[in-house]
């Protein structure tokens, strides 16, 4: 491995003498032999790193919790290194970009990543807007991903296509935890390179991998043929897929909010264009999940959007088909593209069969984490939700889509694997309930952890918008936090006072009760409910 004539090895001259330099003048030695693979990193390899101690923390995704866990590993003073498979931060969010979040910005940014940029003259959007995903990655993620502590260390393009632990598989036992951690990932240029890390936080979160259509979480039959058929879980109704709806008959199948979203981007559509159909399948008896609590959400533009669609249900411009399990497709015959032929979905009902005829189906059943890059790490998941166990019972949705998100960190997230921690959407598995300020403190505790400061690893916080406001009231798409208006029901006003955004603190151990509303009380056991909701 030492190479006395200064040619580059490992990405670095004079590797492994006293006068290593880094081949580019933007990275560390460590950093530039870590990216290379190289194995003179760690003792047991005989190597002059000094260590794993040496090598960086890999985080996986530039998305918000993964720019938000570099921000904290830079104000540390930890060596890192951010793999980011799609062309800049928050790729991922930029395919959502024209759907507007529910919490407005006071949520929606981390701590250290807003004092990492406020020296650079970043300007805080307003604290109660509510913003887009393309104004999330325009106004916070890519100012975050150019400030100087962070911009070299982020390598966008490079897919990771596995982990692993460094010389060993995961059944190996003896001295496993001494060995660094491995990153294989897949550059811009197709080239594979393993990067050995001390730690590595996947935050690369679920998008892209969304649960099929068919019943028992398994494919329908036909429902792979039917591909070009089938969108992706938020299209964008109104803007670049216009062409693709209008006019035509559309299925949406999900009880989520992003069914919820497309919906009602439909009904606007519709509205707009003759022709344009809209039905909803849902495979419980009652959409009352989704409609939620109106006002009484703690996120009043949540709350809002469970109230337009029902009353988009109510008046007819969305066809409500309850309790449809999708049994199969059956796709025209000259199929590679979608034909002036519609799909034929077939399913149950309670009702018996049921045959939807659509032009285009949008899958909105929510999504699942890849685990197949992790076959070779060591885990410890719930084996219903896919979540770290110990997270498992606090986020699990046939209980808690309305109970609590109580604060959790690196101790609930740690794995089996010494060093490896799911973070983010990701850490929640199939769980849909997640939170970009729960992700921001999971990652906050666990650098903490890994820097060497339990006390603050362990001291978790959250601020969340209070819960629980009741009123009679409903909240119409144009109120923001805080505001108020008559109803359109008649009613005079809000009963117990009107909707707030104020921070409430929650901390370990809250009782229950004390949380995040996101649906009803117990979960998706109350998909059980009435018929007619």
Known sequence: MTDTTGASCCGVNAC?????????????????????????????DGGSGGGNDALPVVVIGAGPVGLAAASHLAERGQEFLVLEAGPGAGAAISEWGHVRLFSPWRYNTDAAARRLLEPTGWTPPPADHLPTGAELVRDYLDPLARVPALAGRIRTGTRVVAVARQGVDVTRTIGRD???????ATGPDGTTRDIAA???????????????????????????????????????????????????HTLVVGMGHSAANTLLALAELAAAEPGTRITWAV????????????????????????????????????????????????????????????????GRTPDGEHVVAADAVVAATGFRPDLDMLREVRLDLDPATEAPTKLAPLIDPNFHSCGTVPPHGERHLAQPESGFYLAGMKSYGRAPTFLMATGYEQ??????????????????????????????????????????AGSSAGQDGPCCGAPT????????????????????VHGLSGEAGRRDA
Do not use: M
Not at 28 to 44: H, P
Not at 178 to 184: C, D, G, H, I, S
Not at 286 to 296: E, K, M, P, V
């Open 501 to 520: 955004s104020e921070p409430l603190s929650i901390g370990f151990g809250a009782p229950a009760g004390v949380g995040f509303a996101t649906g009803l």
């Open 178 to 184: 001494e060995r660094p951690l491995l990153v294989r």
């Open 16 to 44: 492994c003498t006293g006068a290593e330099q880094a081949a580019d003048p933007a990275s560390t030695v460590e950093q530039a032999k870590a990216e290379a693979g190289c194995a003179c990193l760690t003792e047991q």
């Open 283 to 346: 495979r419980g008896t009652s959409a009352a999940r989704l409609y939620g609590g109106g006002d009484a959400d703690g996120l009043p533009a949540r709350g809002a959007l469970g109230t337009r669609l029902k009353q988009a249900v109510e008046a007819g411009a969305i066809t409500l088909v309850r309790g449809f399990t999708i049994t199969g497709f059956e796709v025209p015959a000259a199929v590679g593209r979608p034909s002036d032929e519609p799909v034929q979905v077939a």
């Open 443 to 484: 990652v906050r505790s666990i650098v903490a952890a890994l820097a060497g400061d339990r006390e603050a690893a362990d001291a978790v916080q959250l601020d969340l918008p209070e819960t629980g406001v009741c009123s009679t009231d409903l909240v119409t798409d144009d109120l923001l936090p805080g505001s108020s």
């Open 198 to 248: 001390r730690a590595v936080i996947d935050a690369s979160g679920t998008w892209g991998i969304t649960n099929p259509l068919g019943h028992s979480g398994l494919p329908a039959p036909g429902e792979d043929a039917a591909a070009p058929y089938l969108t992706g879980p938020l299209p964008d109704v109104l803007g670049r897929d216009r062409a693709r709806f209008a006019g035509r």
